[in-house]
Nanobody, 125 residues
Framework: QVQLVESGGGLVQAGGSLRLSCSAS????????VGWFRQAPGKEREFVSR????????SYADSVKGRFTTSRDNAKNTVFLQMNNLRPEDTAVYYC??????????????????WGQGTQVTVSS
């Protein structure tokens, strides 16, 4: 019942910035945890960040901490991932996902119930 669409990906040089958006339809984000994950070719999908829409609590993977910031606009059913100081190793398809069990506060992709189609982020060196 939740449809997610990511946008904002593209090609940037190392050190540059991108802002990804995750827009939802069908349900609001108010009572959900929204995670960002990424998957590079040949690699397992990995956790990037999460935000709890009801109170804005966030957490980040160590690899992006201090560089990425996730935020929300509940009125627009949109979650953002601001990515600064991008590195080539950040290159991946980025996905947003919703975990309906908000209290679980999971970093595991299998715990998320709804997924977008992903948006490609490519960082050149």
């Amino acid at each position: 019942q939740v449809q997610l669409v990511e946008s904002g990906g593209g090609l940037v040089q190392a050190g540059g910035s991108l802002r990804l958006s995750c827009s939802a339809s069908g349900r609001t984000f108010s009572n959900y945890a929204v995670g960002w994950f990424r998957q590079a070719p040949g690699k397992e999908r990995e956790f990037v960040s999460r935000i709890r829409s009801i109170d804005g609590r966030t957490s980040y993977a160590d690899s992006v901490k201090g560089r990425f910031t996730t935020s929300r606009d509940n009125a627009k059913n949109t979650v953002f991932l601001q990515m600064n100081n991008l590195r080539p190793e950040d290159t991946a398809v980025y996905y947003c996902a919703v975990d309906s069990l908000i209290w679980r506060w999971s970093e595991i992709s299998a715990d998320y119930d709804y997924w977008g189609q992903g948006t490609q982020v490519t960082v050149s060196s």
